[in-house]
């Protein structure tokens, strides 16, 4: 018999994934809402560390490549001053806590701003090795680390000289709401600063210092365990094709304390694209954030459902595959035995004939060529009459119908979220938090552009000529992925010098006066410029296209649903799915919570989140303007995010995808075994059955092959050979007799 054919394998599948589906629903859907702390919150801790480890690493390397192009830039002009030269840094880049410039053969300290830098950590000897330079920890003797970054000032006929710059591994921009706290891990686990958990001294009751000790303890053990899964690889760490964040990242769940359960999101820093490094990840820095979260003491246990349905099914499943065993396999295989029987020639016993269906008529019909074969003629035959019962197709829509009786309702019905969904508050809070740090992101991004130009237009100075220029602006742009386009400007709006693409401004139109705008100039995409006046040259300019596909790759977060940047005007600059420039926002509601955000709360604005209920469609949104220094405060713009509650793991929605999902298997068992058995099985039995009967009926010329390698297949061999042994008209006039099957009993 044929592995994938016959009337066993479909029946066997059947029932296989009848107990798989039983025992995948008595699991699956016993188990939502048993949590204290929704799914859907755990993963939200995560984002949340996934956005400071991005925000981190983004800072460590951009605040490393100006330095490094910096002193590049200087070194490439004439001999300038040390303390000049951090001068110049200090009033275009305020992102360092110190910086120094040391002549690195005698050591000689040449010029010193802002806190001190720890020199004495610094091996001027190992400069020289191929990573010399590359910027490292040194922990200060008040426990704090900081990080340094070097960079080498190198002037023909000088004595080499390092810039050094220090800065604390704090977040920039991180939005922690409330009782939130965010460390950086080291490789060891060790802390190396805390964000977040106010000092002892810092609070007034025994209540609060106990909290505060509590969650240091916390923290700590988080960070060990942090720093230990993320030694492990990317790919490994992930689910199989779960993507997302390129580094290792996860969540992880703490102690109770005071009725509520900590729960840490942790991520190690990772590259923007996969399997490259930078010099921020080559530190083994990892984030964690640690978020105290109520526990649900009412949560839902529905254990009971999915043990009532696998019940169900079982019953249910049962009843059909006994019906497919009685009423098909076991008539089938029955007319195998007496087909084998009549050819190997043993007449004398009467054929045992099933009770319906097309067995039945296969079996009559084996009855009469038995007789046949004994001497009776055809002719002489009196053919019963067609039996009408229901047969094999019939009987495969009932037991469809059987299972559809189990599945339709889960598929349709049962378990279903309703508009009165409990959505977690921390889930709304998250949404705002992570809006307001990606605010930040994209309006620092924005600033660091324009002081990037800044920086360029200073270096360029007065008496720079067009080629030097272009250097300079190559340079800049190869070091850069933010530009398309860079180009200086005289003030008559003449390109003197360009690198990158061709520029997209107002062709003779004199540089702006804004030191970052916005111009609709009808092409697909919006043309952000930057632009910053170069000192001495009678109004000349250096000007900076953004790329716009820089700025939306700062808000592909996961988690975060659909993300737009709008303006003044609430028109889209910018998201992280398809839109159309200048378009509005795709709701009423979503126009009305920026322009409610856009309202200053005190001295500014404030970032907001709102849950939207509107029947069976529950919305998390949240806004949050720019709001800070830099050139991009004065845009105006306003980060907003919106997405489905029914998207997040929430217990409710969990339920009723896994009770859709069992529904839908329960389908496709049944769609695929019964519509195997009919193929495989029920059509070739039907076409035999008109076989059988039409030779019984004198039909000796058609002759009869056999489909496939089957208990049906094995009938209709053992039927031709029948044929083949039963005589002709002719044979019948000419012997006058029909002699009997030789050999038989």
């Known amino acids: 018999m044929s592995l994938i054919g016959g009337i066993r394998p479909p029946i066997a599948v059947l029932s296989v994934l009848l107990l798989a589906l039983a025992g995948v629903t008595a699991l699956t859907l016993g188990r939502v809402g048993q949590d204290a702390v929704p799914k859907a919150v755990k993963q939200s801790q995560q984002h ?67 806190e001190n830098v720890p020199l004495a950590a610094i091996d001027r000897s190992t400069l020289k090795d191929d990573d010399g330079l590359q910027p490292r920890m040194v922990r200060l003797e008040n426990g704090e680390t900081r990080l340094l970054a070097f960079a080498v000032l190198s002037w023909k006929g000088q004595p080499q000289q390092l810039l050094v710059a220090s800065t604390s591994l704090r977040f920039p921009g991180i939005s922690l709401g409330n009782f939130r706290a965010i460390a950086v891990v080291g490789q060891d686990g060790n802390v190396l600063s805390t964000d977040g958990i106010p000092e002892p001294e810092q609070v007034l009751t025994d209540l609060q210092r106990k909290e505060v000790k509590q969650s240091n303890k916390q923290l700590n053990a988080f960070a060990k365990a942090a720093a230990k899964k993320s030694r492990q690889h990317p790919l490994s760490a992930k689910e199989p094709g779960s993507g997302g964040y390129k580094g290792v990242s996860g969540y992880l769940i703490g102690d109770s304390f005071l009725s509520e359960r900590s729960v840490a999101g942790y991520a190690t820093l990772a590259a923007p694209e996969p399997g490259e490094q930078t010099v921020a990840t080559r530190l083994g820095l990892s984030v964690v954030a640690m978020q105290p979260v109520a526990e649900d003491e009412d949560r839902a246990d529905s254990s009971a459902f999915g043990l009532i349905a696998a019940g169900a099914l079982l019953l249910i499943g049962g009843v059909t595959v006994f019906l497919l065993l009685r009423t098909v396999q076991r008539p089938l295989i029955r007319l195998f035995l007496e087909s084998r029987r009549l050819t190997r020639g043993d007449l004398n016993r009467p054929v045992t004939v099933p009770r319906s269906g097309e067995a039945a008529r296969i079996g009559a019909a084996l009855e009469r060529l038995r007789r046949q074969l004994l001497g009776e003629p055809a002719a002489a035959d009196q053919k019963p009459a067609r039996r009408r019962k229901f047969g094999a197709r019939t009987l495969l829509a009932v037991c469809g119908v059987l299972l559809l009786v189990w599945s339709a309702p889960l598929l349709l019905l049962l378990n279903r979220a309703g508009d009165d969904v409990q959505v977690p508050q921390q889930l709304v809070n998250d949404q705002r938090e992570r809006t307001d740090t990606l605010t930040d992101r994209v309006r620092r991004a924005l600033n660091e552009g324009h002081a990037d130009l800044t920086s360029v237009a ?243 010329k058609t002759v009869l092959y056999p489909v496939h390698h089957d208990e049906v297949g094995a009938v209709t061999r053992s039927l031709e050979l029948i044929r083949q042994q039963l005589p002709t008209g002719a044979q019948r006039k000419r012997d006058g007799v029909s002699a009997p099957l030789a050999g038989r009993n």
């Open 458 to 700: 200073s270096l360029i100075g007065a008496r720079t000529e067009p080629d030097d220029m272009g250097k300079v602006l190559d340079g800049t742009l190869n070091q850069h992925s933010r530009y398309r386009s860079l180009y200086v400007l005289d003030k008559d709006g003449k390109v003197l010098s360009k690198a990158g693409q061709d520029p997209r401004s107002p062709s003779g139109e004199e540089p702006s006066d804004e030191a970052i705008r916005v111009l609709d100039d009808g092409g697909k995409e919006p043309v952000i410029i930057g632009t910053a006046e170069v000192p001495g040259r009678g109004g000349a300019a250096v000007v900076g296209e953004f790329r716009i596909d820089f700025l939306n790759s700062l808000l592909k977060r996961p988690g975060l649903g659909a993300v737009r940047v709008v303006d003044k005007d609430r028109k889209v600059i910018g998201g992280n799915t398809g839109y159309l420039e200048f378009e509005g926002l795709p709701s009423g509601r979503l126009n009305a919570l920026v322009e409610g955000t856009s309202q200053k709360v005190g001295l500014s604005p404030r970032p907001s989140g709102v849950l939207y209920r509107d029947g069976g469609d529950i919305q998390i949104a949240a806004a949050a303007p720019f709001v800070g220094g830099g050139a991009a405060k004065a845009l105006g713009w306003t980060v907003v995010s919106w997405q489905p509650a029914s998207q997040l793991p929430i217990p409710a929605y969990t339920l009723q995808n896994r009770t859709v999902l069992a529904g839908m298997l329960g389908v496709t068992a049944a769609a695929a075994c019964l519509g195997w058995l009919h193929i495989v099985v029920v059509r070739p039995l039907r076409k035999l059955a008109d076989q059988a009967e039409a030779l019984a009926d004198g039909d000796r």
């Open 48 to 114: 949340f560390a996934e956005d400071g480890a991005i925000a981190l690493r983004a800072s460590i390397d951009e605040s490393v490549t100006d330095l490094t192009r910096t002193a590049g830039l200087f070194s490439a002009g004439d001999p300038v001053p040390a303390d000049a030269v951090l001068d110049k840094i200090g009033s275009v880049y305020q992102k360092w806590m110190g910086t120094a410039v040391v002549e690195i053969r005698s050591g000689k300290l040449l010029a010193a701003r802002g």
